[in-house]
């Protein structure tokens, strides 16, 4: 008897244009829809076809946001499946695989069960049904209610017909049947508690949530030459810009992106510039720009393994440094990276009121891993901020940089009241002429630099995971490795140790150095040198005992999260 109690690891493996993830997308939907608690994560190739992509689909009986390395089930729809994920897979995974493709690996650990997709399909019609063969098997493995994915085929494939639709179900119900054949025959039982709430969940994946936050926050243009993974916010706004009154500009380069936004921003409107770090290392002449003349702007940048191309379509969290040091001069940033969905949503909005509240340049972080993930969310986790508008109306003695207190000008738009808004990437004095008066130039470089203050009073602590808030290690985090860490401590039972996700890395709260005092620290990222740590050394001090880092391309698995815990 094989028996899955709570938590099962779910892998959809074939080459680009297989239909892997068209699979992922509708195991996901139709469990979510019966009350299970999914997540989902992506690893594809850098390629249009060919290669070996996998989906995981984790699902379990509460909320989890982690990769986990263990597989159950593999399906492999090609026989490179089985060479491409060898390393995961063990004893107890059962792989489904057409008979050529499970005898064409010999030469590895799990047990292969001979799986008809094709044939199926066949007698539903055509080989395109292949993925709907491959829902229906894996809902009869689970013992899942039918009904839910036969309506959800209805309402997919309507729009080209009743015999499509109909082919599909039948396809459905030929692996269905096989599935629960199959499970009756290895004694293989699947037993996942539903959440009685789970029916009011959302199922998000990271660009969507990154595209909920910015319409939120009144998003009214964003501009982007694409660039994988960056590209998927760009595609989920422009699918919304009729819905939202947002401008979408693909722009012939990178330069001209950033600049684009600039522009807008300049003339009112709230811009962002969405990218990833090679595309991002073409708008360092735009940060420099936006930050002479205080222009605000909010700019994603997905992260990938760099440098140069890289790898693509994979995950990396080297990108810290490049933001923290982009653009030539001293002036003010802030740099957030969301570690939930639901926390991206309230940071795009945070990002946008930051920017034009202190005019300045905000970036969010996120990764492949982050972006293409999706999972169920509880609609009350959503946090909706008011969106305040910065502008003035201008006089006829309208100075756009006349010196406050707090270094911030009132911002004046052209043609919304009688003055000139005059701005200059020269160093300039109050009524945007440029100048070459050293003791205006001194006044400039403090103005540019005051807001900082007011932005680290403002800046978001770092949340408490895990154990009790007094225990002596801390296990830091940011971005995207927030939901790996949480379950590992969950699985550690250590009460020594804690973890601290921190969501806004720059600039930081004084108050933060008071939660490291005292404490082992051990910083678990996502690069090869541990920037994070570094940062934490520049800001407090402090002494960073241990650095747990993985910059293969690939997420922190639970698994490797839980042996690193062992050895803090």
Known sequence: MRNYVNDVSLVFGGAAGQGVQTIADAVVTVLKQGGYHVFACT??????RGGSNSTEVRVTSKKRSAYVRRIDFLFALNAEVAGHLRERIDGKTLVFAEKEEAD???????????????????????PIYSNTVAVGVVLGIMDVALDGFLDYLGKLFSPKGEDVVESNRKAAMLGYRFGKEIAEKEGIRVEIDRD????????????????????????????????????GLLT????????????????E????????????????ARALVTTSGGGFALMEEGVSLAGATETPVVVHIGQRPGPATGLPTRMEQSDLDLVLHAGHGDFSRVVFAPGSFAQAIEIMQRAFDLAERFQTTVFVLTDQYFLDSVETIEEATIVRLPVERHIVKTGEKYRRYVFTGDGVSPRGVPGFGDGIVKVDSHEHDESGHLTENFHIRKLMV??????????????????????????????????????????????????????????????????????????TLHVLE????????????????????????????EPFSLEEVVEALKEV
Request: charged share 25%; hydrophobic share 40%.
């Open 43 to 48: 690893e594809f190739m850098s390629r249009i």
């Open 104 to 126: 064409e690996e010999e030469d590895f650990p799990g047990r292969r069960i001979e799986t008809p997709f094709s044939r199926f399909a066949e007698e539903a019609g055509k």
């Open 526 to 553: 996502n690069n090869a040198t541990g920037q994070f740590a570094d940062l934490l050394r520049r800001e407090f001090g402090c002494t960073v005992s241990g650095r747990i880092l993985k910059a293969t391309g």
């Open 196 to 231: 009685p709430s789970g029916g009011g969940s959302l199922l998000v994946d990271g660009n969507t949530a990154m595209g909920i936050g910015s319409v939120a926050a009144g998003c009214s243009f964003v501009s982007s030459y694409p660039m994988s993974p960056g590209t």
């Open 236 to 251: 989920f706004l422009a699918g919304k810009s009729g819905e939202f009154d947002l401008i979408v500009d693909q722009a």
């Open 446 to 519: 403090e103005k540019r630099l005051r807001r900082l203050d007011e932005l680290a009073g403002e800046s978001l602590m770092p949340e408490f995971l895990g154990a009790d808030k007094s225990a002596g290690t801390l296990v830091i985090s940011w971005g995207s490795n927030r939901g790996v860490l949480e379950e590992a401590l969950e699985l550690s039972g250590r009460d020594d140790v804690a973890g601290l996700h921190f969501s806004q890395l720059y600039p930081l709260k004084s108050d933060v150095r008071k939660l490291l005092d005292g404490k």
């Open 253 to 268: 380069d990178e330069i001209a992106a950033i600049n684009a936004a600039l522009g807008a921003s300049y003339a009112g």
